[in-house]
Nanobody, 132 residues
Framework: QLQLVESGGGLVQPGGSMRLSCAAS????????IGWFRQAPGKEREGISC????????NYADSVKGRFTMSRDNAKNTVYLQMNSLKPEDTGIYYC?????????????????????????WGQGTQVTVSS
């Protein structure tokens, strides 16, 4: 069983919106750093956003800043990526990834990274296609 299960991908028109979900089944997301990554055809995997364990700090790549927003539902142990004003260049496979942190460690609970090597667990990915 995958520890992270993603859903919500599909086909959307330019300018449209889509929300991706990533549900964790075996560990709590509220004591995890969470990252969203994507890989476009022929390109390297890109870290597009992250959220600290506390949820108070988020970081976004310039390519998505102002258009994408992360959120977390602790009751459902699910993280979301709301994507608005989508562009064709947003097309790719989107991955959710997590890294557990020590919850009483203020420093580690307050930061996150968009570097892929910082993450231990990965979802299977979901395809997002932005096209007319």
């Amino acid at each position: 069983q995958l520890q992270l299960v993603e859903s919500g991908g599909g086909l959307v028109q330019p300018g449209g919106s889509m929300r991706l979900s990533c549900a964790a089944s075996q560990f709590p997301l509220d004591t995890s750093r969470i990252g969203w990554f994507r890989q476009a055809p022929g390109k390297e995997r890109e870290g597009i956003s992250c959220m600290s364990g506390s949820g108070a700090f988020t970081n976004y790549a310039d390519s998505v800043k102002g258009r994408f927003t992360m959120s977390r539902d602790n009751a459902k142990n699910t993280v979301y990526l709301q994507m608005n004003s989508l562009k064709p260049e947003d097309t790719g496979i989107y991955y959710c990834a997590t890294e557990q942190v020590v919850p009483r460690n203020t420093a580690t609970m307050s930061v996150c990274s968009r570097a892929s090597y910082e993450y231990d667990d990965w979802g299977q990915g979901t395809q997002v296609t932005v096209s007319s």
